[in-house]
Structure formats: structure tokens, C-alpha cells
């Protein structure tokens, strides 16, 4: 059963950085599209960076200059950085990753449970 396992936001002073991490489980097969989403309460689901797996990837104008993405292909790992982190980056941040189930089979959608980032002093 494929699983997306994300490490824990927390609380960071606006200004400060942020690392988070998401290794998708269960499956021997490579990730095609990965990306990390956040949500405020009431509010649509936002793409915030997308990496594809040649490593190509887009950031939401809202972080872009102030977010790295990255990827691990072999572990099926992503990793956000965050710097120069504001209050409205506050919000519950979401692994997305597009998993087929068989090789070179179409992408199925999954996603992490989500963490809280929150950015305040």
C-alpha cells in the first residue's frame, strides 16, 4: 500500500527556514509528478513547488525566490525548503505524489495526511 510519509512542520519565526521532507512508501516503483500543497482553514488546496522526476520544477509565485524543491529518485523522497519564511506562509502543508502501480502504468494520485507549518514569533 503506497503511503506518503512527511516529516513535521512546527513553528518558525517569521524570517527563519524550513526543511520538510516526504518519502513515499510501499512501492518499488518510481514517482512520476511529486509536489508539496498548502491549505488555510476554509480555503482551496495551493500547489506550492512541483518537481517531476528529470528534476524539472515550477513554484507558486507566492514562494518563488524563497523556496527550493528537490528530489531524491531512487528513495522517492522530496524536500521543501522554505527560507525568509512569513506569516502567510502559515498554513497545513500537503505531500502530493502521482504513483503508478504497475511500470510505466498511469500515475494514481495519493497524498501525505499533512503538517502545520507556522510562521510566527
Known amino acids: 500500500q503506497v503511503q506518503l510519509v512527511e516529516t513535521k512542520g512546527g513553528l518558525v519565526q517569521p524570517g527563519g527556514s524550513l526543511t520538510l521532507t516526504c518519502k513515499v512508501s510501499?512501492?518499488?516503483?518510481?514517482?512520476?509528478?511529486m509536489a508539496w500543497y498548502r491549505q488555510i482553514p476554509g480555503r482551496q488546496r495551493d500547489l506550492v513547488a512541483e518537481?517531476?522526476?528529470?528534476?524539472?520544477?515550477n513554484y507558486a509565485d507566492s514562494v518563488k525566490g524563497r523556496a527550493t524543491i528537490t528530489r531524491d529518485n531512487p528513495t522517492n523522497t522530496i524536500y521543501l525548503e522554505v527560507v525568509n519564511l512569513k506569516p502567510e506562509d502559515t498554513a497545513v502543508y500537503y505531500c502530493?505524489?502521482?504513483?503508478?502501480?504497475?511500470?510505466w502504468g498511469p500515475g494514481i494520485d495519493h497524498w501525505g495526511r499533512g503538517t502545520q507549518v507556522t510562521g510566527s514569533s
Open positions: 502530493y505524489a502521482e504513483v503508478p502501480d504497475e511500470r
Open positions: 510501499g512501492t518499488g516503483l518510481r514517482a512520476y509528478r
Open positions: 518537481i517531476n522526476n528529470d528534476l524539472s520544477a
